[in-house]
């Protein structure tokens, strides 16, 4: 009995972490400022089903998430001839083999022009939990984001006539649509865009950090939550929170001027709000900051507590908190690249 008594012990002290918190009291401290796990099951298709139906498909082809619709997403999201040169696909600037992004500090689009506002292309994974869309987060839906890369001029620079020139003269893409909305389906640039969204809606990444916020405490290592605990600790959930630990629109340079502000003309919204980027895969998305101006994490870390916390994170403390990043690296769903639709005779030709 005194075996057990001793051995129950060492448990119990093993449960407590070197900053004086037992595992479950950080757990739950971290759910007290926000955090919150990637839903799973039922509760993760509802969700995305939701996000999917808020954009407001065309009148009669309602989302139900098929596969047929998630598929044909996918072909749409891979496929390069929806821009102008037949170059450029989602793909391009939002690779699923890095991260969801392009590692460039600025994106580029057609004839290699880059992004006019020197603006960073965030990730898609996980984007189906940002309540907004775009640094400026003037859209709310991933349909609406989808529309704008589109026709943008330098990026995929293709008007929606153009674009629906292209699918509806692939006699296998009409077919899809059928499979995937019914016969008397209309397809238009809208329901393209938004099927390319519902595909992004499907790319999520649990990790470890969710396995832990449902009460698993050996989830993370030790150093893991001791990064965890600094990070809430120097107030960086005031914007970094929610299930993507971002996401949502904040001031920026809140106490000081960002030190590459000077690089883009990018402001902000019209009240100089800035999408924050999830931490999700961070350590795989770099460079950092709208205009892509940080390689390592860890200065990263250190920037924005100078200005948006007015406070000094040590080389240190930026390395513990980037230790618990890594537990933000979450499993990518498995994604096999389409074979796309073959053109014909009547398919617009590229331009350059």
């Given at each position: 009995m005194r075996k057990l008594a001793i051995i129950g012990s060492i448990i119990a002290f093993c449960a407590i972490n070197a900053f004086g918190e037992s595992n479950q009291e950080l757990i739950q401290k971290a759910k007290g400022v926000g955090l919150e796990p990637i839903p799973t099951g039922k509760a993760l298709k509802d969700y995305q089903l939701k996000k999917a139906t808020d954009t407001d498909l065309a009148t009669g082809y309602k989302p139900k998430m098929t596969q047929a619709q998630i598929e044909l997403g996918k072909k749409l999201y891979f496929d390069p001839r929806i821009s102008s040169s037949n170059l450029i696909s989602c793909n391009t600037c939002h690779?699923?083999?890095?991260?969801?992004?392009?590692?460039?500090?600025?994106?580029i689009g057609e004839k290699w022009q880059p992004n006019t506002h020197h603006l960073n292309s965030p990730t898609v994974f996980n984007s189906v939990f940002n309540s907004v869309q775009f640094w400026d987060g003037r859209?709310?839906?991933l349909g609406d984001?989808?529309?704008?890369p589109i026709q943008n001029p330098v990026e995929m620079a293709a008007s929606p006539k153009l674009v629906v020139e292209k699918i509806t003269s692939m006699?296998?893409?009409?077919?899809?649509?059928k499979k995937a909305y019914g016969n008397k389906v209309k397809i238009d640039f809208k329901l393209i865009a938004d099927t390319i969204a519902m595909f992004e809606e499907t790319l999520v990444t649990p990790s470890r950090y969710d396995d832990f916020l449902k009460g698993?405490?050996?989830?993370l290592s030790k150093d893991e939550q001791e990064g965890l605990n600094i990070f809430i600790d120097k107030g960086c959930t005031a914007c970094h929170t929610?299930?993507?630990?971002g996401g949502s629109m904040?001031?920026?340079g809140v106490v000081k001027p960002y030190k590459f502000a000077s690089i883009g003309?990018?402001?902000?919204?019209?009240?100089g709000m800035v999408k924050v980027p999830t931490l999700r895969n961070i350590t795989e998305t770099m460079p950092y900051f709208h205009n892509g101006q940080y390689w390592d994490v860890k200065d990263a870390i250190k920037e924005m507590g100078a200005i948006q916390l007015g406070i000094t994170i040590s080389d240190d403390e930026a390395k513990k908190i980037q230790t618990f990043f890594q537990s933000l690296t979450g499993t990518k769903p498995e994604i096999i690249y389409p074979t796309l639709p073959p053109v014909t005779d009547k398919t617009p030709k590229p331009v350059f």
């Open positions: 690779n699923l083999a890095l991260g969801g992004v392009d590692v460039v500090p600025a994106a859209a709310k839906h984001q989808a529309q704008g006699p296998a893409y009409v077919d899809e649509f698993n405490p050996k989830a929610g299930i993507n630990l904040q001031p920026f003309n990018f402001k902000g919204d019209a009240n």
